[in-house]
């Protein structure tokens, strides 16, 4: 019984067919969850929504694209081109040297030259610094091997040792072969006048910038004009030959010439230095200039520098101090004075003042040099005498107005614009002090109470002397080649402030002074020269005067019947007691006068 009821279950449950071999309820489950997965594996169709926000991120970045593409190719496109060239090609500038400056006659004042500098690296040497030094000194002539040595205990590396090595010592010293010792070229700015030419041209430091004289007044003027080379190179950095230019190594020739005479200039040193060295002076100055258009033909200061060597000089001696000190010019102004009164009418050429040797201004006395008066003089006479009251005197016939007036139209107070830096403008009072006060006026009749410069005075006489123009003083003619052609020149101006018919009055009264009057020093037998003399006390830093302080000088102008040339004469401080104008500065003239007429084949007056 339990066999066959057993086979009949299994019976049922194996039967495929019988419709009670799975219950009802699971079969409708397995239904449901077949039908679920199928549903799960179909595609869910996308929202338009997210369809248009991809069509348009993709246009905005077409968009971008296209804007990018159009700032390169078009707005941008000059700056890439730039910057492609820059990286393909290189900017090169070459070792351009300054321009060389010359004198008048084309001799070199200025150039640069090649030379070499000795550097040693104690910290590579192989040898002992003994041994190194004991290599070293005997090419280095003026340097012991101990000097040397002490040399090398300044820092480890980069020790200059020599500057300024010609080219045969520096092959001596690289044959060595010794390391840490380097020689290295350089050029640099060579002066073969030495100290003869400074106070005109100048010098240049070590880092090649002008610092006095021409050198620093015409720095851009120096400078050759020669503009930056691009060159190709290839990807690896070299530059491409054939994009070399021809004339690489070619600037302009050019060279700055002056109006200055160095053989005039030579001479005009010796003279002065034998004068300064015979009164024991503090120092002394020469200017000799072409009144016919202001060209210096020579300018000295002594004691002076060697541009070679600037650095061992005092500072106070590498500034030029006749445009940069001024100084009261006493007598040497009288015959400008004499031009305004001629100007003015209130006298005449044969005009007589009497002299008593005594004048007094607002309870000042005032007294010729001489302590004694000269009676009735005429004009030329007091300029002869160098009397100081006659020109009192003469000079109160003037409005005080009129008179402030015509000293400001000699422009005593505006710079003479030299070509030259460091230039200062001269002082004259202020015109309320001058009006109000006798004295002023009386101090101004000869010379005093004003201030100008060297310079300033040779400017003033020079219109005496060209028939009253003012002319501008100046050292530079102009560029030019090789050959001597003249491609540029500067422009200087020129004004009328004297009438031609007074300078030519005023001129032959400074004969008389050289041929019967204070200035006979600088007479030459067949010359006809005019001249003044002056001895001017030196005002003190806090007003008044200095004791036993002058300064003297000689003032000239040559030929009289055709003047051209004005020549000026200062010696500051001469020691002694007959030290005056036409004792100490006259005789200088006197020689550099000689030399002028040497030079420029003045030929004897008629």
């Known amino acids: 019984m339990r066999n066959s009821r057993f086979k009949q279950r299994s019976s049922r449950s194996n039967s495929p067919s019988s419709p009670k071999s799975v219950p009802r309820g699971r079969f409708s489950r397995r239904i449901g969850t077949k039908t679920q997965s199928s549903k799960k594996n179909q595609p869910?169709?996308?929202?338009?929504?997210?369809?248009?926000?991809?069509?348009?991120?993709?246009?905005?970045?077409?968009?971008?694209?296209?804007?990018?593409?159009?700032?390169?190719?078009?707005?941008?496109?000059?700056?890439?081109?730039?910057?492609?060239?820059?990286?393909?090609?290189?900017?090169?500038?070459?070792?351009?040297?300054?321009?060389?400056?010359?004198?008048?006659?084309?001799?070199?004042?200025?150039?640069?030259?090649?030379?070499?500098?000795?550097?040693?690296?104690?910290?590579?040497?192989?040898?002992?610094?003994?041994?190194?030094?004991a290599k070293l000194s005997p090419i280095l002539e003026d340097k012991t091997p101990q000097q040397i040595i002490e040399r090398f205990k300044e820092r480890k590396t980069g020790i200059p040792i020599a500057r300024g090595l010609a080219e045969g010592v520096a092959e001596r010293l690289k044959a060595l072969k010794l390391d840490g010792v380097e020689v290295n070229e350089t050029y640099r700015r060579f002066y073969p006048q030495e100290n003869v030419m400074a106070d005109v041209v100048g010098f240049v430091d070590n880092e090649r910038q002008g610092q006095a004289g021409i050198e620093l007044s015409q720095e851009k003027?120096?400078?050759?004009?020669?503009?930056?080379?691009?060159?190709?190179?290839?990807?690896?950095?070299?530059?491409?030959?054939?994009?070399?230019?021809?004339?690489?190594?070619?600037?302009?020739?050019?060279?700055?010439?002056?109006?200055?005479?160095?053989?005039?200039?030579?001479?005009?040193?010796?003279?002065?230095?034998?004068?300064?060295?015979?009164?024991?002076?503090?120092?002394?100055?020469?200017?000799?200039?072409?009144?016919?258009?202001?060209?210096?033909?020579?300018?000295?200061?002594?004691?002076?520098?060697?541009?070679?060597?600037?650095?061992?000089?005092?500072?106070?001696?590498?500034?030029?101090?006749t445009v940069s000190d001024l100084y009261e010019p006493g007598s040497t102004f009288k015959p400008l004075n004499i031009a305004l009164a001629l100007e003015a009418g209130v006298i005449e050429p044969n005009t007589v003042i009497f002299d008593s040797g005594l004048v007094t201004v607002d309870g000042w006395n005032i007294f010729n040099a001489s302590k004694t008066g000269n009676g009735s003089i005429n004009i030329a006479e007091v300029l002869q005498t160098s009397s100081n009251v006659?020109?009192?005197?003469?000079?109160?016939?003037?409005?005080?107005?009129?008179?402030?007036?015509?000293?400001?139209?000699?422009?005593?107070?505006?710079?003479?614009?030299?070509?030259?830096?460091?230039?200062?403008?001269?002082?004259?009072?202020?015109?309320?002090?001058?009006m109000s006060q006798g004295i002023e006026v009386a101090t101004a009749s000869f010379g005093q109470g004003f201030s100008l410069t060297p310079m300033k005075l040779v400017q003033l006489h020079g219109a005496l002397a060209n028939g009253g123009k003012l002319v501008t003083p100046h050292l530079v003619k102009g560029l030019v080649d090789v050959e001597g052609t003249l491609h540029w020149k500067p422009n200087y101006e020129t004004k009328q402030i004297i009438s031609p018919k007074v300078t030519k009055e005023v001129v032959e009264m400074m004969e008389t002074v050289v041929n019967t009057g204070s200035g006979k020093a600088?007479?030459?037998?067949?010359?006809?020269?005019?001249?003044?003399?002056?001895?001017?006390?030196?005002?003190?830093?806090?007003?008044?005067?200095?004791?036993?302080?002058?300064?003297?000088?000689?003032?000239?102008?040559?030929?009289?019947?055709?003047?051209?040339?004005?020549?000026?004469?200062?010696?500051?401080?001469?020691?002694?007691?007959?030290?005056?104008g036409s004792t100490v500065a006259a005789p200088v003239a006197k020689l550099v006068i000689d030399t002028l007429i040497s030079l420029k084949g003045i030929p004897p007056s008629k």
């Open 221 to 321: 003027l120096l400078e050759r004009d020669l503009m930056s080379l691009y060159v190709q190179r290839t990807a690896l950095g070299s530059i491409m030959p054939t994009s070399l230019p021809s004339d690489l190594l070619k600037s302009n020739d050019w060279r700055v010439q002056l109006t200055i005479d160095m053989r005039l200039q030579r001479s005009v040193r010796s003279a002065l230095q034998q004068q300064l060295k015979k009164f024991n002076a503090k120092r002394g100055a020469v200017i000799v200039m072409d009144a016919t258009d202001g060209s210096l033909l020579s300018l000295v200061c002594e004691p002076t520098f060697d541009p070679n060597q600037f650095y061992k000089s005092k500072v106070e001696l590498l500034k030029n101090w």
């Open 44 to 133: 869910t169709p996308l929202p338009k929504f997210r369809l248009l926000m991809v069509w348009g991120v993709l246009a905005l970045a077409m968009l971008g694209l296209s804007w990018k593409i159009y700032q390169l190719q078009i707005v941008q496109s000059q700056e890439l081109k730039e910057k492609a060239r820059s990286q393909q090609t290189v900017n090169i500038r070459p070792y351009i040297p300054r321009r060389s400056i010359i004198d008048s006659e084309n001799n070199i004042l200025a150039t640069d030259r090649l030379e070499y500098i000795l550097y040693v690296h104690p910290i590579q040497f192989k040898l002992t610094q003994a041994e190194v030094a």
């Open 390 to 434: 006659a020109m009192v005197q003469i000079m109160r016939r003037l409005n005080k107005e009129d008179y402030y007036k015509r000293l400001q139209k000699l422009e005593i107070n505006q710079k003479t614009e030299i070509d030259l830096p460091g230039e200062v403008s001269g002082r004259l009072k202020n015109k309320d002090i001058f």
């Open 522 to 580: 600088a007479k030459i037998p067949g010359y006809r020269i005019g001249g003044k003399t002056g001895t001017a006390q030196k005002a003190g830093p806090r007003g008044g005067y200095l004791p036993n302080a002058k300064i003297t000088s000689f003032v000239s102008i040559l030929p009289i019947e055709s003047p051209k040339y004005v020549v000026l004469v200062v010696v500051d401080e001469p020691q002694g007691g007959n030290t005056y």
